[in-house]
């Protein structure tokens, strides 16, 4: 990637990136391209940085090893789930809950989408998945589901969200559905059977994956 590329990542309104930090964001860029595309058991070091356009060493100074690389890479040049989902408890009360829950299922279908290829080479390697979670400490992936449910909890106390509703089963029916959508779009690719991604769009299974968590599936009287 140009550095105009690697500029491209940056927070908008930021100081262009120069020096070392230039440095790690072309590592982290060279690092999300190989894993996505050769995964992370088969990328090393020597490769990202040869990826990057710097040298193994100029690697070290960023990055203790290949893991943290890969735990910086999701935190970082993946759309911002955790930030996403963590933010919904204090906002309980504002705005509308369905569009809450709608915008959090346009930002986890691609988390999820570009974190498949990359943690597939994670989850067949024991030892490296169990460095992985070691280094997550209390960040694992299950406070996706912890941080919605306290929302949906939240919103329920207000009365805005039914109070029959386990707040729970619900985090983990939305998380779940969104999980399954990005995996069906990496597994198929371009190349899905005509009505195995309904509704055919990100923006209308957020619509309407919401729509159904919300009202039910049992008919109004």
Not at 92 to 105: F, K, S, T, Y
Not at 170 to 187: K, M, P, T, Y
């Amino acid at each position: 990637m140009t550095d105009e590329g690697v500029q491209q990542n940056a927070p908008e309104g930021a100081e262009p990136l120069t020096g070392g930090a230039l440095t790690r964001a072309r590592v982290l860029d060279a690092a999300a391209r190989l894993l996505a595309t050769v995964g992370l058991t088969r990328t090393t070091t020597k490769q990202i940085a040869r990826e990057a356009g710097c040298s193994e060493a100029a690697l070290y100074k960023h990055f203790r090893d290949k893991e943290e690389i890969f735990v910086r890479v999701l935190r970082e040049r993946a759309p911002r789930l955790a930030d996403a989902v963590a933010e919904l408890p204090g906002r309980a009360g504002e705005g509308a809950v369905r569009e809450h829950l709608e915008a959090l299922v346009r930002v986890a279908v691609p988390f999820y989408r570009r974190s498949f290829p990359m943690a597939g080479s994670l989850l067949a390697s024991p030892e490296l998945l169990a460095a992985h979670r070691g280094k997550l400490g209390d960040a694992g992936p299950h406070q996706v589901g912890v941080h919605l449910a306290e929302y949906l909890a939240a919103e329920q106390r207000l009365g805005r969200v039914p109070a029959a509703l386990d707040p729970h089963a619900a985090a983990l029916l939305l998380i779940g559905a969104c999980f399954h959508r990005a995996f069906l779009e990496v597994f198929y690719a371009d190349e899905a059977p005509p009505g195995v991604l309904l509704p055919p769009t990100t923006e209308e299974f957020a619509t309407e994956t919401v729509r159904v968590l919300l009202d039910g599936l049992a008919p109004r009287a």
